[in-house]
């Protein structure tokens, strides 16, 4: 495995900035394994990830559903290695309290995974947009033509970030993913084709503090790999407004994002910053935590 032989020898660390163990639900979803911390955990070490962030998944639209009590529960059996995230769903009773109680009482250090069929900028995000605000969590949301919509060139999620300026906004999936071309029609979502210049993401990226992109799963990578040439002028860029994130779920999953920040020909601080010093930052923690 390309990513154990890099490990071995990397200079430099890695958060995984988003992963989903879960409980598998056979009789719902036959063909799915679920992913244990310890199975999580065996990975981590196979691969030279030293931390991963877990993203529960509370809301029904979401297959790999878990609730945060057992994202914080498994946590606690790796204190070291594994960070809590909470993810109530928006249309729960009293959503504001239950973050604040998740943060306050469980230690859960962001927010996320935010994936329901609500519009990006809906009311009920909004409250959701306002604890976290109040706590200056970062905020790990997907985005695709079903799941948190939002239009060509990403307004919903440009007046979100400002009016909410102490959220982090950590945008994935393929409805953010395409808004770095130009040419994104809010349909294709892997595009293949080479990035077009004018892309939303390049604008919201360079102009607010508090947009990042996660370049995790399907989409993320994609959108690193589609156009080489394209990326490394986006990495120069950003590098430090992107964050490295696998979207581990199975314990037999293909991570390629591993390779991809290894072998990315670029200036080790600017790798440093993609593999652990952007997440450190958003996270609140230290170097040596």
């Not at 993320?220 to 990495?235: I, K, Q, S, W």
Request: include cysteine; charged fraction near 25%.
């Amino acid at each position: 495995m390309s990513g154990e032989q890099s490990s071995s020898t990397r200079s430099w660390r890695l958060i995984d900035f988003h992963v989903h163990p879960w409980h598998a639900q056979l009789w719902a979803y036959p063909e799915r394994l679920g992913l244990s911390p310890e199975q999580l955990v065996n990975r981590m070490d196979r691969e030279g990830i030293d931390k991963s962030v877990m993203l529960p998944e509370e809301s029904p639209e979401c297959t790999e559903y878990i609730l945060t009590r057992d994202v914080i529960a498994m946590r606690d059996l790796y204190p070291e290695r594994l960070i809590a995230f909470v993810g109530i769903d928006p249309r729960a009773v009293r959503p504001q309290e239950r973050v604040a109680a998740c943060v306050e009482k469980g230690g859960c250090l962001g927010f996320g995974e935010l994936k329901d069929s609500l519009e990006f900028d809906d009311p009920l995000h909004e409250a959701l947009f306002e604890v976290c605000n109040q706590y200056q969590l970062p905020l790990v949301f997907h985005c695709d033509a079903r799941l948190c919509r939002d239009d060509a060139g990403l307004p919903r999620l440009e007046r979100m970030a400002a009016r909410y300026p102490q959220v982090k906004f950590v945008g994935h999936g393929p409805g953010f993913w395409s808004a770095i071309s130009g040419d994104d029609d809010r349909v294709t979502a892997y595009p293949q084709k080479p990035v077009q210049p004018g892309g939303a993401l390049d604008r919201l990226l360079a102009e607010y503090d508090n947009i990042y992109g996660e370049f995790s799963a399907g989409s993320g990578h994609n959108a690193m790999t589609r156009d080489p040439e394209y990326t490394l002028g986006f990495v120069e860029r950003h590098h430090r407004k992107l964050i490295f994130g696998t979207d581990f779920l199975k314990p037999d999953q293909p991570l390629p994002q591993v390779e991809w920040l290894t072998s990315l020909d670029v200036p080790i601080e600017w790798r440093q910053d993609m593999a652990y010093r952007n997440a450190e930052r958003l996270l609140g923690i230290s170097p040596e935590a």
